[in-house]
């Protein structure tokens, strides 16, 4: 009897030992699944970007692509790249676009993109815990739809370079179209007209009264005093000046936007120590600092000149909003500019200021 009842125990310890193992082998098999599963994923994603490399950029073979019609011309054809391909463009706008990598960047999939702003403030009051809310004012809102506008490139490789087994053609496209992208966007970021392309906030109403005295859309004016230059003595005050007159809680955030050459005036001021106010960034991808903020240099701000708005400080991540819409799309035409082909790359970009109290502009007048 004793013997039956330790085999039992025997038994139903297997048992349960077993079920245990079964268990542990199944969820093994349910992971290596899901991996297999990631793994095919990532090779079906990788096959289509080479597809789209080997079939259509170099041989123009559009067989079995999805076909996009390029909104700006419906006369004209295009197919959106691989997700693979306009990650790196977009990599590369991030890293050469100085406005791009301060302002706030949202990526909406229509043509539609609103943002409602509530001017003043929700009005509100105080009560005792007993006595009856009064009804508060409604709140101001405004709509804002930032001006957009088609952007697009046209590079150009022989079909000899695109026939070289070991040209990149993928790498190629990406920088050539995200360069001139670059180098587009970050102009209309700051002068854009907002007729067909960005509102640049440069373009944007001015005036020289304070918050809550402004239209909403109107940055304010610092002026130097001096038209055309810093005032002779302590010129860094005015820098002052301009950080104060942003409200504390934007100025966590904040930055100077100026081009090179102002950058190089301002190099030289130096407090009554002798000491330079100016710091210069000193590891790679930290960029120099002004009085405690980061200073960006936007080659497409004007140079220091009677009535210039040649330095802006504030926050561009609260200030101005950058609207991507929708991928890359790209058209091979070979036939134009023989014997170049040439690939048309269009995508559709928005941008305009959405808070005008998070933005001043230090005007030299």
Do not use: C
């Not at 000899?160 to 050539?176: I, T, Y």
């Not at 055309?228 to 955030?253: C, E, M, N």
């Not at 305009?352 to 030299?364: A, D, H, P, R």
């Amino acid at each position: 009897m004793a013997n039956e009842t330790l085999l039992a125990s025997f038994e139903d310890g297997t048992s349960v030992e077993v079920a245990a193992l079964k268990d542990e082998v199944a969820a093994l098999k349910r992971r290596m699944a899901g991996s297999a599963e990631r793994v095919a994923l990532g090779e079906t994603k990788s096959a289509a970007a080479s597809g789209f490399s080997d079939r259509y950029l170099r041989r123009g073979d559009a067989g079995g692509l999805e076909a996009k019609s390029l909104e700006s011309n419906d006369a004209l054809g295009g197919y959106a790249v691989p997700q693979e391909i306009d990650g790196k463009i977009d990599a590369t706008l991030k890293a050469i676009s100085p406005i791009r990598s301060i302002a706030n960047v949202v990526t909406v999939g229509s043509a539609g993109y609103r943002k409602l702003v509530a001017s003043g403030g929700t009005p509100s009051g105080w009560a005792n815990f007993e006595e009856a809310r009064p009804e508060t004012a409604t709140p101001t809102f405004h709509e804002i739809v930032p001006a957009s506008g088609e952007l697009f490139a046209n590079p150009a490789a022989t079909q000899q370079m695109l026939d070289d087994a070991v040209f990149d053609v993928e790498s190629w496209l990406a920088e050539e179209v995200a360069t001139e992208f670059a180098r587009a966007e970050g102009a209309a970021f700051v002068n854009g007209t907002g007729v067909n392309q960005p509102l640049g906030f440069l373009s944007s109403p001015v005036s020289a009264n304070g918050d809550g005295s402004r239209a909403m859309g109107t940055l304010q004016t610092v002026g130097t005093s001096v038209a055309g230059g810093f005032p002779a003595s302590d010129p860094g005050d005015v820098l002052l000046d301009l950080i104060q007159t942003l409200k504390q809680p934007y100025r966590q955030g904040a930055v100077f936007v100026m081009n090179s050459s102002t950058a190089a005036t301002i190099r030289k001021f130096k407090t009554d120590d002798g000491a330079y106010i100016w710091q210069p960034g000193l590891q790679a991808g930290v960029p120099s600092s002004l009085l405690g903020y980061p200073v960006i240099e936007a080659e497409d701000m004007p140079d220091i000149a009677s009535g210039s708005l040649s330095i802006a400080f504030g926050n561009f991540k609260a200030g101005y909003t950058i609207a991507d819409r929708g991928e890359t799309v790209v058209l091979r035409d070979p036939y134009t500019n023989k014997p170049f082909v040439h690939f048309y790359a269009t995508r559709r970009i928005g941008g305009q200021v959405t808070n005008s109290e998070s933005i001043k502009l230090l005007e030299f007048a």
